[in-house]
């Protein structure tokens, strides 16, 4: 079985560009989760989708980071503009059927904003 | 957010058992308890979860007390690739669903 697909694996940009992410969860799971993983810190959940709609995006900063998941498989996270503080693994994940299935995650995406 | 106390960080010696406690005091009774661990430049990979019974799999052994305040994840035979991060999460319901909420995990270096 395939895994979660993520790319690409790193990025480096300047501050006040834009980047995006892309996911592609395991095949027929219907849950699909982004996290944020800075140096030294455990992941935590940015958004949380179910099919191609959001679940909970509380924690997601929606003046500078976007996601969305159209056909209710592939995802896509965006920064735009970047910050200093951007600069994390972005971690995506999914699970079948809903959250309180086990997640399995991908290798993520290392981004750095000089 | 998260609802567990974990160590900093453990050694263990290759080929022997590894045992990685985690307290979860304020744990709920419907609330599951969750181990993943990260490999260096790898994303959180799953280990094993558990309610109330201990629970075994191919990767571990999972201890739960019984007034399942604390637990313990077993790495039968240590080897030097099971050198990682191990998280210990309280699976909790917020927003609609399940969620795992990660602490800062246990830095477990197997040595030689």
């Known amino acids: 079985e395939a895994g979660v697909a993520q790319s690409p694996r790193y990025k480096i940009i300047e501050k006040r560009q834009s980047v995006a992410f892309w996911c592609n969860p395991i095949?027929?799971?219907?849950?699909l989760y982004w996290y944020q993983q800075i140096l030294g810190q455990g992941p935590k959940l940015l958004i949380q989708?179910?099919?191609?709609?959001?679940?909970?995006d509380s924690q997601l900063p929606k003046d500078r980071f976007s996601a969305e998941r159209l056909k209710g498989v592939d995802s896509t996270l965006k920064i735009q503009p970047a910050k200093l503080e951007d600069s994390a693994v972005y971690l995506c994940?999914?699970?079948?059927?809903?959250?309180?299935?086990?997640?399995?995650f991908g290798p993520g995406t290392r981004l750095t904003v000089l | 957010d998260a609802k567990t106390t974990q160590p900093t960080s453990m050694d263990c010696a290759e080929g022997r058992a590894a045992n990685l406690p985690c307290n979860h005091s304020?744990?709920?009774?419907?609330?599951?308890v969750y181990w993943y661990r990260q490999i260096h430049s790898q994303g959180p990979q799953y280990i094993i979860h558990?309610?109330?019974n201990n629970e075994t799999n191919e990767m571990a052994s999972l201890i739960i007390t019984e007034d399942r305040k604390s637990s313990t994840l077993i790495l039968p035979h240590a080897t030097l690739r099971d050198t990682a991060v191990y998280y210990c999460?309280?699976?909790?319901?917020?927003?609609?669903?399940?969620?795992?909420?990660f602490g800062a995990g246990t830095t477990v270096t197997v040595r030689a």
């Open positions: 994940a999914s699970s079948f059927p809903t959250g309180g299935d086990t997640q399995y």
């Open positions: 095949s027929g799971h219907a849950t």
């Open positions: 989708f179910q099919n191609n709609g959001v679940v909970d």
């Open positions: 304020t744990i709920s009774g419907n609330e599951y």
């Open positions: 558990g309610l109330k």
């Open positions: 999460i309280v699976r909790v319901y917020s927003s609609n669903d399940y969620k795992l909420s």
